[in-house]
Each structure stands twice: as C-alpha cells, then as structure tokens.
C-alpha cells in the first residue's frame, strides 16, 4: 500500500486548491493524496460555528462595528477554531495509516501533526499587510491571534510561498530561519484554451482588467488614468472583468462576473493588461495574462514585482499614480511593437517559473530532500 499525504485546504472550490491537488499528484505518484476540506467538516457541526461565533463578537466587537472588519474573515481567525482544526487533523492522522507527510494550502490554521512534517504553500502572511500600506491604516487581527499564527510557521517543516516577499515576511518579520523559507512561485489555474492572436498585432487598443474587489485592485486609479487619455486615443476600450462598479463611458465596457472557462478569450483578445493594485499578495490574474504574451501595467506592490520587470514585460507605478499610469497606457497604446516586445518577455517568464509544472518539481525535490533530513 502506498504511504499517504494528507492534503489539508480550507476550501475545495478555489483554482488554486484543485491546481495544488493535482500537482502533489503529479509530482508524488508513488504516494496516495488524502484531500481533506476543513470547511466541510467545521460546518458539519453546528455548534462549533455557534460558539465560534460568540468567539468572534467576543475578541473583535469593536473592529467589526467601528473599523470595518470583514466578519467572514474574522470568524476563520479565532483561538477557539484554530484549536478546534487543530484537533481535527490529528483525528484525521489517527485514521490513517502510513502518513508519509502532511501538506497544507495557506497559512490560517495549523494542520501539523506531532511525528509527522508538515509543509506549508502560501501566499500571505499577516503581517506583511504593515508593508502594504500605511501602519495606522492596517486593520490587524489580535495579538494573540498573530501569536498563533507563528507558532503555524515554527511547526513547519518547510514554507513554500508564491512570492520573494511573502518570504522575506516570514523571515523578517516572523523570525523563521531562512533555511525553512523557499519560493516557488505558483502556475496558472485556468483551463488551457489555445486560440490564435485576434488583438490585430497589439493594435485594437483593448485594455483588460480582471479583478473582484475593485477598490483594492486599483479600480478608480485605473479609470482615472484612462479618461485622462481617452481623448488621445478615442478607439481605445477599456474592459473590465470581475466586479460591477457603476461607470458612465462610452469607451469603458463593465462586463462583470465571468466564469474562469471564460477568461482566456478576453486575455486573447486584449492588447494590453493592467490592474493597479492598492496591495497584492499574489495577483494569479497577472500570470494569466503574462502567459497570454499581453505587456502588463501594475504597481510594484506585494508579488507583483516578482512577476512584473519594470519596461522588460511591462511598467510598474506606485499605487494610487494616476499621472504614472496614464502616462504609461499612453505610451502602450501608442507603441504596438513595444507591446509585443513586453508579451513576449512575459511569456518566456511564464514558461519558466510560473506554471504547476515547474512549482511541483522544486517542491518534490525540497520535500524529499527535508524528509531525508529529519530521518537521517
């Protein structure tokens, strides 16, 4: 019988816990993948969600009612719940046998199971929210929370995160030893679609975001820029993705919600991508779009500069630049060679750090390479 990886994510339905669980598949044949979705089993009782509520009201009352703190996010951020998922993964561990490791998506509880390695994906931390942003504007969760958190990191045995700068968090800002850090980036997690080009040689001016949370991704920096060059180029068209934000333009398309089946269509027929982010751990929508050879407009926030070489695959601007950003979709759209210049060197980024392929070997080889370690 093969030994066992218990591979514990909070929720099934995002692309990225599917394109992980396919990857440990890939990437360890000789073992058997146990796909546990915490979310399921803490909504299969009752009660716990009732007194992990009471939890919540109890430890962030005030941040909810007078700081806008997201209750969804809250709730998964209690010391009631960590103890209780806690609990959960060594029952799982109990009702197995030959557990080789175990693996888990994202860094909010800690599934590591005394006697066996626990290995961590992630792209976040908590803390690198106070390198986003101003600190007296960050909502952080409590103190004792951000303790747990830590001891999430120190139970690992290795950290495997999307971005450099998620990495020099946990290292600087949570003390891990830098030995226990490694980036692997991450691969796309839409369907493969192959089309032919049809944005006529970067030509027919189509400007493409995609992003849900509009204000966080830079919405009205990006439609400010763009009306302030919209007269210079009256066939430009800027299409966005993803949200539904009220917008009166004739050359501005809200498109709205779109199923990720749909998505590369858009992409191919786009001849620029841009998405001016306020912050962002990740931005999955950047190698999308990177992967579909479009020159990409962002700010050098979060990962983005991982992905993102200033006037190599595109430019990067400061979050909130309206004059920086127009002055480079300005430039995009004026200049057709030089946006295939960009597309092309994104590509080429794409094939060689950032797809599932490439990720799941550095953590195959990471992963044996640690498990020989601690056995020897």
Known sequence: MKDKILFFRIWPDPPIARSVSEMLAKQFTDHRIDIIDIWRLIRQNKLVIIINSLYVLWWYWADILFRGMNMKAAFFRTKYLFNYVKELA?????????????????????????????????????????????????????????GLEKTIYSN??????????????????????????KCVFAGINMPARKLGTINEGYTNQVILFVGADWKRKGGPTLIDAFKRISHRHPNAILK?????????????????????????????????????????????????????????????????????????????????????????????????????????????????????????????????????????
């Open 240 to 376: 966005i993705i993803g949200c539904n934000p009220k917008i009166n333009h004739p050359q501005i398309k809200v498109l709205g919600k779109r199923h990720i089946s749909e998505l590369a269509q858009y992409y191919h027929s786009a001849s620029i991508f841009c998405m001016p982010s306020v912050n962002e751990p990740f931005g999955a929508v950047f190698v999308e779009a990177m992967e579909h050879a479009l020159p990409i407009v962002a700010t050098a926030t979060g990962a983005i500069p991982d992905m993102v070489r200033d006037c190599w695959n595109g430019y990067l601007i400061n979050p909130g630049d309206v004059d920086g950003l127009s002055s480079a979709l300005d430039q995009l759209l004026s200049d057709p060679e030089q946006c295939r210049k960009f597309g092309q060197n994104g590509k080429s980024q794409v094939d060689k750090n950032y797809n599932w392929q490439a990720v799941g070997e550095k953590i195959n080889k990471a992963v044996l390479e640690r498990l020989k370690e601690l056995s020897s």
């Open 90 to 146: 060594i029952q799982k561990s109990r009702q197995s046998e030959k557990i080789a490791f175990s693996f888990q998506l994202q860094s909010i509880f800690d599934t590591s199971i005394p006697g066996i390695s626990n290995f961590i994906y992630t792209d976040h931390t908590h803390l690198a929210n106070l390198l986003y942003s101003e600190p007296g504007k960050v909502k952080l969760y409590s103190a004792e929370w951000i």
């Open 156 to 181: 690992a045995a290795l950290i495997f995160t999307r971005s450099t700068n998620i990495s020099r968090s946990l290292i600087e800002q949570y003390g891990i030893a830098a030995e226990k850090v």
